[in-house]
T-cell receptor, first 113, second 110 residues
Framework: DADVTQTPRNRITKTGKRIMLECSQT?????MYWYRQDPGLGLRLIYY???????NKGEISDGYSVSRQAQAKFSLSLESAIPNQTALYFC????????????FGPGTRLLVL | EDKVVQSPLSLVVHEGDTVTLNCSYE??????LLWYKQEKKAPTFLFML????IEKKSGRLSSILDKKELFSILNITATQTGDSAVYLC??????????FGTGTRLTIIP
């Protein structure tokens, strides 16, 4: 079983709709992250959380919100989707200790029409 | 502003060739540099580099960091078609955030 799972894996929605992307992990990590990936722009950090009570904005948080429901779950919401939010979204986790990388989920491909 | 720049943006070589991918950075509070391989899915971890001049090696892949000149290289020898992917460089900052480069798309022709 995958350690970091994302649902849905693909989603098509319309402008103005509310969308939630979910991330779950079984790695027992405290730190969780949401990124989006666009062609030619690499991965950019949207939000991150170092524990259940800690939520921080990344470099491109406008138009997004998050919820850390439990250590294992971190959800990303688009309150009112717009076409330029069409992208590949990745969730990642890390234990936070030095010498440990981040572990990525399989990604959610979102298309906003 | 923290910045990570990768070059070239794309590279096409023949199977068996050796390639060198570059990553330069300008960041505050450097902690480590990471390389990932991304095929048609999630990035997978290759190397984490924290010290200058110490080569990390895994099979045909190797990487080294120069903290004075602020760059790293990823070498792949005797390339195979399975090496075709986007290679991402990321710098971990002191606040444990990663800043990614845009990636190098490597294509290996049989």
């Amino acid at each position: 079983d995958a350690d970091v799972t994302q649902t849905p894996r693909n989603r098509i929605t319309k402008t103005g709709k509310r969308i939630m992307l979910e991330c779950s992990q079984t790695k027992g990590h405290d730190r969780m992250y949401w990124y989006r990936q666009d062609p030619g722009l690499g991965l950019r950090l949207i939000y991150y959380s170092f524990d259940v009570k800690d939520i921080n904005k990344g470099e491109i948080s406008d138009g997004y919100s998050v919820s850390r429901q439990a250590q294992a779950k971190f959800s990303l919401s688009l309150e009112s989707a717009i076409p330029n939010q069409t992208a590949l979204y990745f969730c990642a986790t890390s234990p936070g200790s030095f010498q440990e990388t981040q572990y990525f989920g399989p990604g959610t491909r979102l298309l906003v029409l | 502003e923290d910045k990570v720049v990768q070059s070239p943006l794309s590279l096409v070589v023949h199977e068996g060739d050796t390639v060198t991918l570059n990553c330069s950075y300008e960041v505050t509070n450097f902690r480590s540099l990471l390389w990932y391989k991304q095929e048609k899915k999630a990035p997978t971890f290759l190397f984490m580099l924290t010290s200058s001049g110490i080569e990390k090696k895994s099979g045909r892949l190797s990487s080294i960091l120069d903290k004075k000149e602020l760059f790293s290289i990823l070498n792949i020898t005797a390339t195979q078609t399975g090496d075709s992917a986007v290679y991402l460089c990321a710098v971990e900052l002191g606040n444990e955030k990663l800043t990614f480069g845009t990636g190098t798309r490597l294509t290996i022709i049989p």
